[in-house]
T-cell receptor, first 116, second 115 residues
Framework: KAGVTQTPRYLIKTRGQQVTLSCSPI?????VSWYQQTPGQGLQFLFE???????NKGNFPGRFSGRQFSNSRSEMNVSTLELGDSALYLC???????????????FGQGTRLTVV | KQEVTQIPAALSVPEGENLVLNCSFT??????LQWFRQDPGKGLTSLLL?????REQTSGRLNASLDKSSGRSTLYIAASQPGDSATYLC??????????????FGQGTTLQVKP
């Protein structure tokens, strides 16, 4: 059974550009969550999608957006990149039954974004 | 607002030692708690999931306990090996519609096991 796949693994972008990251969840999983990891702030929640709908959003500016497709694959977009957006971006997939204590999250390998 | 704290931030032990990593959380209304392992520059690997109704879970040399009322969890690693060297993170899923799909993480404990 394939795990969570994130592409690309590494990205280098210039300030002001935009970037799109992709996440393919485990087959059968309908929930995809995105997190930003930095040395100073640790892991911070960006947003969560379930059945193509955003169910929750963290405290990030509107430059950070996402979407989910009918096959549960998700994309995250960051516009007008800033140096501070340099981070490891991780996505997690789960069956989606939040509110169910059995729900386990599985993470991908992440996309390392460097903004120069 | 849920806050998760992990102590210690770093730990260095000789191979073969048994060790305990600590995780505490401020809001006891949780669905579950997960322990993850992260190698440098890599993603997170799920180690154990403890449901809110459970007291502990075991997987190989790992044992995790949960005391929801006191807001604490411990990860016990038996007979540590150099391959156990990594950062260990705990995360909780909190009850409430505003917490849907959101894991709250601690800052992690970085473990080094010396041969």
């Amino acid at each position: 059974k394939a795990g969570v796949t994130q592409t690309p693994r590494y990205l280098i972008k210039t300030r002001g550009q935009q970037v799109t990251l992709s996440c393919s969840p485990i087959s059968g999983h309908r929930s995809v969550s995105w997190y930003q990891q930095t040395p100073g702030q640790g892991l911070q929640f960006l947003f969560e999608y379930f059945s193509e709908t955003q169910r929750n959003k963290g405290n990030f500016p509107g430059r950070f957006s996402g979407r989910q497709f009918s096959n549960s694959r998700s994309e995250m977009n960051v516009s007008t990149l800033e140096l501070g957006d340099s981070a490891l971006y991780l996505c997690a997939s789960s069956l989606g039954g939040w509110g169910n204590e059995n729900t386990e999250a599985f993470f991908g390998q992440g996309t390392r974004l460097t903004v120069v | 607002k849920q806050e998760v704290t992990q102590i210690p931030a770093a730990l260095s032990v000789p191979e073969g030692e048994n060790l305990v990593l600590n995780c505490s959380f401020t809001d006891s209304a949780i669905y579950n708690l997960q322990w993850f392992r992260q190698d440098p520059g890599k993603g997170l690997t799920s180690l154990l999931l403890i449901q809110s109704s459970q007291r502990e879970q075991t997987s190989g040399r790992l044992n995790a306990s949960l005391d929801k009322s006191s807001g604490r969890s411990t990860l016990y690693i038996a007979a540590s090996q150099p391959g156990d060297s990594a950062t260990y993170l705990c995360a909780v899923t909190t009850v409430g519609s505003s917490n849907t799909g959101k894991l709250i993480f601690g800052q992690g404990t970085t473990l080094q096991v010396k041969p």
